[in-house]
């Protein structure tokens, strides 16, 4: 379980639905709410998030905390419709004022918590296990003062059972894919992964025969908007796992990079 920081700034994102969201926290026990996590895409669920609350306004300082429940969506940007953002799905285990109640910055600029880029204008910043271990701690006691108490991380017997299966409609933006173009990539390049060399065919037999990915050496979401694609000298065919891993980061790792990551194991 990895530990990620989330930002607001005010004088960004209006939040018009605070008060309600807050009623709605004290009603429940919960908060659950779709935030800009930057250029993250290695969220997964069950990791930890902290929401900090940042711009020139005092106070500033971690305001919310809760669990990841889903995976990492590419949805239409707050503000500005013309573009998409990546959003990560958040269970908030805790959810103070933001103008009143915050774990201030004063604290956090401290050892051991100064470690984190806590003025940091993108979220999706990873806080080190050794940092997050020590802030958990913090996080306890300041909300206690305000009658709360964190959900415990879901280890072992503290494990917590979960809704799941349940139904939400959400807008999403979806990058067009030219069918054509993966057709002609895969007439010239096969079935075969070109990093790791796995064919399904030979695999799984007769029912893995014709599976692939295709990869953008080039990714679609940074051209800005339509163009042209080479079939043949911007797409590669790659299996699920090594695309996975070409999208670890971002940018993407390079195909060839990843080949000889694996070469080298």
């Not at 994102?13 to 779709?34: C, P």
């Not at 990546?86 to 103070?96: S, T």
């Not at 880029?117 to 206690?144: D, M, N, P, R």
Request: hydrophobic share 35%; with cysteine; glycine share 8%.
């Amino acid at each position: 379980m990895a530990t990620y920081l989330l930002t607001w700034n005010p004088k960004k994102y209006q939040w018009l639905s605070l008060d309600r969201d807050i009623k709605a926290y004290s009603e429940t026990g919960i908060w659950s709410a779709l935030w800009s996590c930057g250029n993250r895409k290695n969220i997964f669920p069950d990791d930890r998030v902290f929401l900090i609350k940042q711009g020139p306004q005092a106070p500033r300082g971690i305001f919310a905390s809760g669990y990841v429940v889903g995976g990492v969506n590419e949805l239409q940007h707050h503000t500005d419709p013309k573009k998409s953002a990546l959003f990560v799905d958040v269970d908030f285990d805790v959810l103070l004022n933001p103008n009143r109640d915050v774990l201030p910055r004063s604290v956090l600029d401290k050892k051991p918590y100064s470690a984190v880029t806590w003025g940091t204008q993108s979220g999706g910043i990873e806080i080190q296990a050794e940092v997050a271990e020590s802030l958990e701690k913090l996080w306890f006691e300041h909300v206690q003062n305000y009658g709360l108490s964190p959900v415990p991380p879901r280890l072992g017997q503290n494990t917590l059972w979960r809704d799941e299966g349940g139904r939400r409609t959400v807008t999403a933006i979806r990058l067009e894919r030219s069918g054509a173009a993966r057709r002609i990539c895969l007439e010239a390049k096969g079935f075969r992964c070109t990093v790791c060399d796995m064919d399904f065919g030979e695999r799984y037999g007769a029912f893995g025969k014709g599976f692939i990915h295709v990869h953008h050496q080039t990714p679609l979401a940074t051209r800005g908007g339509s163009t042209k694609t080479d079939p043949v000298r911007d797409l590669v065919p790659v299996c699920p796992n090594c695309h996975a891993m070409l999208h670890r980061q971002n940018p993407p790792v390079a195909v060839a990079a990843l080949k000889r990551r694996i070469n080298k194991s």
